[in-house]
Nanobody, 121 residues
Framework: QVRLVESGGGLVQAGGSLRLSCVASGGILGINDMAWYRQAPGKERELVAK???????NYADSVKGRFAISRDNVKHTVSLQMNSLKSEDTAVYYCHASRVVTTTTIGYDYWGQGTQVTVSS
């Protein structure tokens, strides 16, 4: 069974930094795209950053130049370095993996449980 587990959320002052990490487990042989989404109270979940298996990245306009996504294809991890945080970055951040190949299955849509990021102004 594929599991995604996030860590690294917390409370930080505006202008500060946080690093989120996500580990995928469950007999994984490979993962195509990995991404971070976020959902603020009363808003829809939105894509923050995505990275392909070949390390091609794309970012939401609101985080360009401040956030950086990275991954380790051997350890099946994805990280999000968040700098110059703003109060509007406050949200629950979710890790996502698409087209996950394991020793027994191919699955297309996996989510972590989410980690809270709160930026105080």
């Amino acid at each position: 069974q594929v599991r995604l587990v996030e860590s690294g959320g917390g409370l930080v002052q505006a202008g500060g930094s946080l690093r989120l990490s996500c580990v995928a487990s469950g007999g994984i042989l490979g993962i195509n795209d990995m991404a971070w989404y976020r959902q603020a109270p009363g808003k829809e979940r939105e894509l923050v950053a995505k990275i392909t298996r070949d390390y091609v990245t794309n970012y939401a306009d609101s985080v360009k130049g401040r956030f950086a996504i990275s991954r380790d294809n051997v350890k099946h991890t994805v990280s999000l370095q968040m700098n110059s945080l703003k109060s509007e970055d406050t949200a629950v951040y979710y890790c996502h993996a698409s087209r996950v190949v394991t020793t027994t299955t191919i699955g297309y849509d996996y989510w972590g449980q989410g980690t809270q990021v709160t930026v105080s102004s």
